[in-house]
Every structure is written in structure tokens, then in C-alpha cells.
């Protein structure tokens, strides 16, 4: 396997409920994918396409070796980013200026995979570029698409996702046994009784729930509200409310299908028989894009009528009645709507005249809480405020939209930019990064603070995809902007990041020069990451004027001031720096040491680029220490990771590389090198990181991720994916705490993983240990 992200092949969402019936759906699917690249599911909202879709993937998981991929598409609304939200999906990283669709298309050319696109409708025209794009230049991907209408691309397979097959009680006798064999009745009584755990499908009430689900036209998510009721009503009384009396069935809109009337219909009864308070809360986290937490809706959603106490038990009420869903993702917990009651709680927040209040008041909480983020970045919170930038994409996207779609919110719009532009960098997707800046900076009229530092974030964008030209400008007008409002630290930040530009360049003295008038700008604040980037760029600088020892002096004390508060982002740069020094110093003990130090960080980050400077790094070492064939297992690795994450490296580095790889292959004969190259090329990322810490060798690839488990492992690692604690595994086998801990740590280092999370996820997608990853 080449792709430099694959601890785990492929990624499905976990299904929180069971699926009921359409075996004859699944079929088709199964069959349109064997003979069509493209299959679009198409259907109304409320129909069941995305469980159906999700449920298909996961049959065909082994048909793929390179994984089947989930991608939501329903937080999304900026057409621009349908390629990179692709991308954070798969876990690939790209530091490209090019055209977003054909640098996903580059990196996925060699893939066999399943790529399964949800909730495509209003994102259509992008969505069909992008699928146009991967279908012609990925000879082996398929893709399952979502969506309430046609991408019209060129092969698209059209399957129709219907209502769920209903009884009809005018056509023959019904009873408990006959009603069960139509879908529809089987998800009404699997639903009811998670929800009453007494209900039961008895010959009494088998008539009335027929009917129940022929009025709800048989869809699913119609079905799964009414059954929700059945913890308070009984089936004939929810049935009741059906009726004209009530007028549930009446829709205010005409030109409504029928069926989206019944829906419609079904989901204001939902509304109706919610307390007040739950049907403010319900309005108000419709201003949530994706998921979020329960303290988010304690922050945002509180106020005007809803006490900030009684939200978490609001929010428990929706889950009890399928409005919100929750999902555990290990110790944290997360709520997500269904896009269609989102909607529905969007429509009453804009009725109450509520909706800018409260958009407001989301853009506020995750701008303030960006910010706070943002004062202790060069931290040790580092790694845990980049998971939860990560986490709360969706949302912050959301705010900056907000932001920037009205007058006088702009410098919200530029905080929260510049997080994720920020954290975009971090996570090796420039071009998204950038994408923010330009939004950001598009809607700027009168220079203002916060612009400086959106400027020099888009100046380090620019640096990492080589447009050195666009980099010096941004960073120049970053100082002009912060010389203006007298903030010195970013004058000097920026100065930092333009002598990255001049080394770049080859200008080693300009390099200097402006370095110089950073650390004057700088003067006696103490401003940790700013003198850290200062004396990194200084040992690069030395480095080129072949002043090693210098360089390690610099670096050292860049290492020093990253270690002194608990930082780790630029502390892997600045040892990533040291050690190639130590190489050129020929202290070659040191430089593995070094090099692998920052190699443990890149992975804690999963910083694939990261991983990759260290793999050609530790490559080029090993030539020098006549260790040729691990030598060309780590130029496979670190190649592997160029091709997919696009990244243009300097003639140097480029020149420096070509020589040891001829080395190497002149050493070990063609026939040698190339099955050494082979291996690290092949196989994921976790196990080259693994190999090149001297944790395990690099597996054949014959061999599989699981067969390197022991079977006490395996079962440690069921477990884990079960939630259990150390504690809770260690009762269950009657086995010490102490031995739990030994056996956990050796599959993490195994695997090549750094989290409990990862081992839970790697678990999932092995299928319950039977398929290779």
C-alpha cells in the first residue's frame, strides 16, 4: 500500500442503530458498483440513502484494499472546499497551489478504493467536477454518491432509493407474523422497542402499525419519530394524531411531494409535543454545522427564557425523542441533527426572529474560544487545541461565514480565519489554509489589527506551497499592518517568516539582514514562539553557509525554548533541522537519535509531511553508516508520502537525496533495492514509522497488520474498541493492571499508533480482526 496515511483503510461512521431490511437495495447497489464507477443514490430527504449507502460500503469493505471512505457533505456550504473536505477525510495532506480537484485526483491515482459521497445535493456543480476529476484520473476508484437529484457526470449509474415496502391491511389479513415481513413494520418495532423496551409486535396492535407506517409512506425517518412516541403513547393513539382532526398531514406548502407532506407533517407533530423548552433548544442548535458539544450548546443556546442549567437536560429530552443524536467518540461526547431536522429547527428559529441573535452568539463562543486557544498555542495544549480545531471544522467554518456575510463582524471573521488557516498548515493542507486567508483579506476595507496577523498566517500558506513571490508580499504588508497598531511581536514574527522566504530563495545574507531586524523589533518581550522561529531560521541560515556548528548552536536553543513550555510543533522543525546538521557534522548516532525524536513528534501530530522529511532524513544517514537496504526502505517510505501530499522540495534537498539513493542502489543491485524500496513504499505509514524507530521491522506484504497481534493483544484491542478501561479489561481476564498497560503499549507500538482512539478505530475496520487494513 503506498498511501501515507493509512493506519486504518477506509473510515465508516459507526452505525448507532440497526439497519432494517433492503437486502434487494444492497444487491443492486453491489451490482451497479461491479459494472459503474459511479452510482448515485437519489431519493427525498427522510428515505434512508445515507444508512443505505453507509450499509452497502461496509459489506464491500474487502473488495477494496485501499479502504471505503465516508465523506458528510451536509455541514458544507462553500462550494470551494468539496475537494479539501474530501481530503481531511482521507487523512491526506498537500502543500499544492494547483487546481484542488487534480491534486486530490494525483494523490488517489494509485488507490483502489470506495468513495462514498453523502448528502451531494446542494453542492451539486462541485460535487460533479470533483467526481469528473477522480474518475478520470483514478483508473480504480469507485465512488457511491448521495443526493436528491442527478450529478449528471459522464457513467453516472442512477439508483432510486424508495419508501420502505408497506402492508396493505385492505388487501389481506394482517397479523404480528405477516406484518414483520415488510421493512417498514420491521423498523417500526426494532425502534419502538429501543425506545420501550416492552413494546412488543402482538397480534392486537399488528393492524394499527401497518397502517401507522403506510400514512408515514413508508419513510424511514418518519417511521423512526413515530416509533420514538411509543415510550408515552400507544400505537393507535400516535396513529390518532395522524388524522385530519389534527391536521398533521396538511402542509402549508402545495407544491410539496406527498410524501415529503406526511414527513413534514410528522416532524412538526415532533415539534409540537416537545416541551417549550426543548423546542428552543431544538431551534437554537439548528446554528450548529455538524456536530457539537454539550458545553457549546450550554454557551450558545442559553438565554432569553432558557436557563443555562436545565440545557444539558433539555438536550437529553431530544435525544429520548430521535430529534438529537448522540455520539461517543472515546471520552468525549458530541450531538448531531439529522440535516432535515436541522432544517426544521432552522425555519423556527427565523420565525421567532431569532436567528441572527443566535448565529451571533455561536460565531461569539467559538471566536472567544479560538482565541484563548490561540494565546497558549506554543504550549503544552498544543496538540489538544489543533484536535479540537479539527473537531469543530464545521463550526468555525460556519462562524467565519457569519462573519464575513456581515457588516461590522469582520474582525471576527479574521480571528477565526486565521485559526483555521493556522491549523490548516499544521495539518499539511495549505491550500485550504489559504483559501480562508483570501476570504478574509477579500472583505478587508480599512487595515485593522487582527489583519496583521491573518497576513502572516497567509504568508506562511504561501511558503508552504513554494509561491515565494505571493509569501514576500503578504509578510511585508503583515509588518506594515502591525508597525501601524505597534504590535511588535508580530512585526517580528513576520520578519522571522520573511527570512524563511529569503533562505528559500538562496538570499542567505538578506536571510540574515531581516532576521536581524526581528530580534530588534522583538527587544526584550517575551515572545517564546517568535524567538524560537528566529533561532531556527538562523541555524538554517548557518547550515547554508556551511557554519555547522553555529546551525547547532541555534537549533539547540530553539529546541531549548520549545521544551521549556511544554511546545512540540516547532520543536520537531527545529530537530528536524539539528539532525540533518549533526549528519552534515558526521556525529551520525546523534542524528538518528535526533531525527527520531522529531519523527515521535510528526506522529503524534500525524504530520505526514513531517514524517516524510524524517524518513529521507534517517534515509540518507543510513547510506552513511552503510546500511543500504533500510536505507532504500525509508526512500520508499518518504516517496510514497511526496507523491500523495504533492510537496515541491528544494534543488538542494532534491539533489542531496538523488545522490545517497544512487549510493544505495549502486550497493545493493537493482533486483535488492528495488524490493527494499519496495516495502517502504507499500506499506502504511505506521509500520515505516515503526521500522525506522526500531520498534518492529518492516512487515512483508504478505503479512498482515493483525497477524503481528498476539492473540491476548487482540483481545485487548476488542476491548478497547468496546470503551473498556485498563481496569475493565484487567477484571474481565483476570489479569493485573500493570499487565493490561504492557500489552496495550505494545500494540500501540506495533501498530505504529499513539492513541487508544486509533487502536478502537483499526479494530472497526478490520472487521472484527478478520480483514486486512
Not at 157 to 180: C, H, K, Y
Request: charged share 25%.
Amino acid at each position: 500500500m503506498t498511501a501515507a496515511d493509512k493506519e486504518v483503510a477506509g473510515h465508516l461512521p459507526a452505525e448507532v442503530t440497526s439497519f432494517a431490511g433492503r437486502r434487494s437495495e444492497l444487491m443492486d447497489i453491489k451490482h451497479a458498483l461491479s459494472s459503474s464507477r459511479l452510482v448515485t443514490l437519489v431519493g427525498p430527504g427522510g428515505v434512508g440513502k445515507t444508512r443505505l449507502a453507509l450499509r452497502a460500503a461496509a459489506a464491500m469493505q474487502r473488495a477494496y484494499p485501499d479502504g471505503v471512505w465516508f465523506v458528510d457533505l451536509a455541514p458544507l456550504q462553500d462550494e470551494e472546499l468539496v475537494s479539501s473536505t474530501v481530503a481531511v477525510a482521507l487523512n491526506l495532506q498537500e502543500t499544492s497551489a494547483r487546481w484542488a480537484p487534480s491534486v486530490l485526483g494525483a494523490q488517489l491515482a494509485r488507490r483502489t478504493m470506495l468513495l462514498v459521497l453523502d448528502n451531494c445535493e446542494h453542492l451539486s456543480y462541485a460535487c460533479a467536477v470533483l467526481v469528473d476529476a477522480l474518475l478520470r484520473e483514478c483508473p480504480e476508484i469507485r465512488i457511491l454518491a448521495t443526493s436528491r437529484h442527478t450529478l449528471e457526470v459522464s457513467g453516472e449509474r442512477l439508483l432510486t432509493v424508495g419508501p420502505l415496502p408497506m402492508p396493505d391491511p385492505e388487501m389481506f389479513q394482517i397479523n404480528a407474523q405477516s406484518a414483520l415481513k415488510f421493512d417498514s413494520v420491521a423498523l417500526f418495532v426494532d425502534r419502538a422497542h429501543a425506545a420501550d423496551p416492552t413494546f412488543e409486535l402482538i397480534e392486537d396492535n399488528a393492524r394499527t402499525v401497518a397502517e401507522l407506517c403506510r400514512r408515514l409512506d413508508g419513510l424511514p425517518l418518519a417511521i423512526e419519530l413515530a416509533a420514538a412516541r411509543v415510550r408515552h403513547l400507544s400505537v393507535q393513539q400516535i396513529l390518532n394524531r395522524m388524522d385530519e382532526p389534527y391536521g398533521l398531514l396538511q402542509s402549508g406548502n402545495k407544491v410539496v411531494a406527498p410524501r415529503q407532506r406526511s414527513l413534514r407533517s410528522l416532524i412538526s407533530w415532533s415539534h409540537d409535543l416537545c416541551t417549550a423548552d426543548e423546542q428552543s433548544l431544538w431551534a437554537r442548535s439548528s446554528v450548529f454545522s455538524g456536530s457539537f458539544t454539550g458545553e457549546a450548546a450550554e454557551a450558545v443556546c442559553s438565554g432569553r427564557g432558557l436557563e443555562r442549567a436545565s440545557v444539558l437536560d433539555t438536550l437529553a429530552g431530544l435525544v429520548d425523542k430521535s430529534i438529537v443524536f448522540m455520539e461517543r467518540h472515546g471520552i468525549d461526547v458530541r450531538y448531531r441533527m439529522l440535516d432535515t431536522i436541522r432544517r426544521f429547527g432552522r425555519e423556527q428559529l427565523v420565525s421567532a426572529g431569532e436567528e441572527t441573535y443566535f448565529s451571533r452568539a455561536h460565531r461569539d463562543y467559538f471566536r472567544d474560544s479560538t482565541w484563548s486557544r490561540y494565546q497558549e498555542w506554543f504550549g503544552p495544549n498544543q496538540f489538544a487545541n489543533m484536535r479540537w480545531i479539527s473537531r469543530e471544522r464545521d463550526n468555525l467554518r460556519a462562524a467565519i461565514d457569519f462573519s464575513l456575510g456581515n457588516s461590522g463582524e469582520l474582525p471576527s471573521g479574521v480571528i477565526l480565519a486565521a485559526a483555521v488557516g493556522g491549523a490548516a498548515i499544521l495539518a499539511g493542507r495549505a491550500g485550504e489554509g489559504q483559501h480562508w486567508i483570501d476570504r478574509a483579506l477579500a472583505a478587508v476595507v480599512e487595515p485593522f489589527p487582527e489583519q496583521a496577523i491573518v497576513l502572516w498566517i497567509g504568508g506562511t500558506c504561501s511558503i508552504q506551497q513554494r509561491d515565494l513571490e505571493r509569501a514576500d508580499a503578504m509578510l511585508m504588508e503583515s509588518r506594515r499592518i502591525a508597525t501601524l497598531y505597534n504590535d511588535n511581536p508580530v512585526v517580528a514574527l513576520s520578519l522571522a517568516l520573511l527570512g524563511s522566504v529569503r533562505l528559500l530563495c538562496g538570499d542567505v545574507e538578506g536571510a540574515l539582514a531581516v532576521l536581524d531586524q526581528s530580534s530588534r523589533a522583538l527587544g526584550d518581550i517575551d515572545d517564546p514562539m517568535c524567538r524560537a522561529a528566529i533561532a531556527l531560521q538562523r541555524g538554517v541560515a548557518s547550515y547554508q553557509l556551511g557554519e555547522i556548528e553555529a546551525g547547532i548552536k541555534e537549533c539547540q536553543d530553539a529546541i531549548a525554548i520549545s521544551e521549556s513550555h511544554g511546545e512540540q510543533w516547532h520543536r520537531a522543525e527545529a530537530l528536524w533541522t539539528l539532525g540533518v546538521l549533526y549528519r552534515k557534522q558526521g556525529d551520525l548516532a546523534e542524528a538518528v537519535d535526533t531525527l527520531n525524536a522529531a519523527l515521535r513528534i510528526n506522529r503524534e501530530f500525524g504530520n505526514a509531511i513531517g514524517a516524510a522529511f524524517c524518513f529521507e532524513a534517517l534515509g540518507c544517514t543510513a547510506v552513511e553508516l552503510n546500511e543500504f537496504d533500510r536505507a532504500a526502505t525509508l526512500f520508499g517510505a518518504s516517496d510514497a508520502i511526496w507523491r500523495i501530499a504533492d510537496v515541491r522540495q528544494s534543488s538542494e534537498e532534491v539533489e542531496n537525496r538523488e545522490l545517497r539513493l544512487i549510493a544505495a542502489r549502486n550497493r545493493l543491485g537493482q533486483r535488492k533495492f528495488a524490493e527494499a524500496y519496495r516495502r517502504g513504499e507499500r506499506n502504511p505509514i505506521s509500520a515505516n514509522i515503526a521500522f525506522a524507530l526500531g520498534v518492529a521491522a518492516v512487515p512483508d506484504d504478505t503479512e498482515t497488520e493483525l497477524s503481528r497481534l498476539t492473540q491476548r493483544e487482540r483481545e485487548i484491542a476488542c476491548f478497547i474498541a468496546d470503551g473498556a478501561s485498563n481496569r475493565e479489561i484487567a477484571a474481565r481476564l483476570t489479569i493485573s493492571h500493570r499487565t493490561v498497560e504492557g500489552h496495550v503499549e505494545h500494540i500501540l507500538a506495533k501498530l505504529g499508533f499513539v492513541s487508544r482512539v486509533q487502536i478502537a478505530a483499526w479494530v472497526t475496520a478490520q472487521n472484527v480482526g478478520l480483514a486486512r487494513t
